[in-house]
């Protein structure tokens, strides 16, 4: 069965930082384009960073660029969205998204496959 897996999201105070990790199982991970979205309540779902597969190519929305990094590890079929300096704003369910392509990315859909998210809150 192939799926996605988030893990690492939880409650962090402003300034806080999170590492949310996306796993994949039944297949693997190097012929896909992989992307993080987020949705907060009653917002759309926005797309705010993607690597391409080779992790050469990667892309940020404005709202965390200079704040979130993502890297993948083929290796290991995971990519990681490291989140500093983290806001109130950013509080939202987040979710990994893999797209059958190479070299490229993007920020919004269609993509292949997706994971079942994990929740973001940023609090004090």
């Known amino acids: 069965q192939l799926q996605l897996v988030e893990s690492g999201g939880g409650l962090v105070q402003p300034g806080g930082s999170l590492r949310l990790s996306c796993a994949a199982s039944?297949?693997?991970?190097?012929?896909?384009?992989i992307g993080w979205f987020r949705q907060a309540p009653g917002k759309e779902r926005e797309g705010i960073s993607c690597?391409?597969?080779?992790?050469?190519?990667?892309n940020y929305a404005d709202s965390v660029k200079g704040r979130f990094t993502i890297t993948r590890d083929n290796a290991n079929d995971t990519v990681y969205l490291q989140m500093k300096s983290l806001k109130p704003e950013d509080t939202a369910v987040y979710y990994c998204?893999?797209?059958?392509?190479?070299?490229?990315?993007?920020?919004?859909?269609?993509?292949?496959?997706w994971g079942q998210g994990t929740q973001v809150t940023v609090s004090s």
């Open positions: 998204a893999a797209r059958r392509m190479f070299g490229l990315c993007h920020l919004s859909p269609p993509y292949d496959y």
């Open positions: 039944g297949f693997t991970l190097n012929q896909y384009a």
């Open positions: 690597v391409g597969s080779t992790g050469g190519f990667k």
